[in-house]
């Protein structure tokens, strides 16, 4: 565990330094009340009904749980949040970034700070959940971090009355991030393959880009399901489309799962690939 704790540490250090912040463990009222504030505008929550009560996160600081938070300067980017769970894991709660930093690495920072904590404290995997329709996370935590997709969770955590989620049913990909196999630390060095490589000759498409459920025959080597460029542009100006996509992606993956394949990786183009097992 040395040499790989080292490694994670040197990893989480560059990944800051890429980003210019500096990713730390919170600590005090006032940053727990900053994280909560923060969190709260990444999923346009209302304070009445916050994404994490700032209460239960001074609990998580104070018990030693997973609390830290990306800051340039002195101002506050993101905050994440995990708690310990049976089998030395992790569980990733929340990640949260303000929306004006997305794309310059800070979340990929937080990540490997979180990676390199998990492995101080002698914990093997982080897990946590995610929309599989949002694409950017799908590319961040299969791609970025070398997680791994492994069930599909329709309706997950029911009804929310955050902005992001209203109205919707909450359907998201469990994930479990194996923090010392080859793949999470070939992303941790930025080393990981890229995607498109790992398709091959005769895969078949179940979800096409225009959201069309295709007819992958069951016995192909491989499925290729897509999912939509901007999934919150598309719920703020086509609900109906927005949850089409919702039903189509479901039972692709639920389907595909069922029938033997894994999630194996996404593509650059957006689609998650599923090969068999």
Known sequence: MGDELL???????AAADRSGVTVRALAGLAEVRSAAELLNR????QPSEPVVPPAVLRAYEYSGNYLA???????????????????DRLHSDVLGVLPGERGTGVGFAVKQHQRAWALRHGLHEVRWTFDPLVRRNARFNLRS???????????????LSDGLNVLEE????????RLTSRRATQAARRRLPKP?????????L????????????????AQLVAVPADIDLLRANDRPAAAHWRRVVRTALTVALADG???ADFTSDGCYLLLRH
């Open 42 to 45: 990444v999923w346009q929550a």
């Open 261 to 263: 394949y894994r999630i």
């Open 145 to 159: 971090l070398g997680a791994e997709a492994v069930a599909y969770l329709p309706d997950f955590y029911g009804p």
């Open 69 to 87: 938070g990306a800051f340039r300067g002195s101002r506050l980017l993101a905050a994440a949040v995990g708690f310990l769970s049976p089998g």
């Open 196 to 204: 498109d490589r790992a398709v091959p000759s005769g895969a078949e």
């Open 170 to 177: 909450t359907d998201r990909l469990a994930v479990h991030w």
């Open 7 to 13: 490694d994670a540490e040197r990893c989480a250090q």
């Open 206 to 221: 179940a979800v096409d880009h225009q959201g069309i459920p295709a007819s992958a025959t069951p016995d192909a080597p």
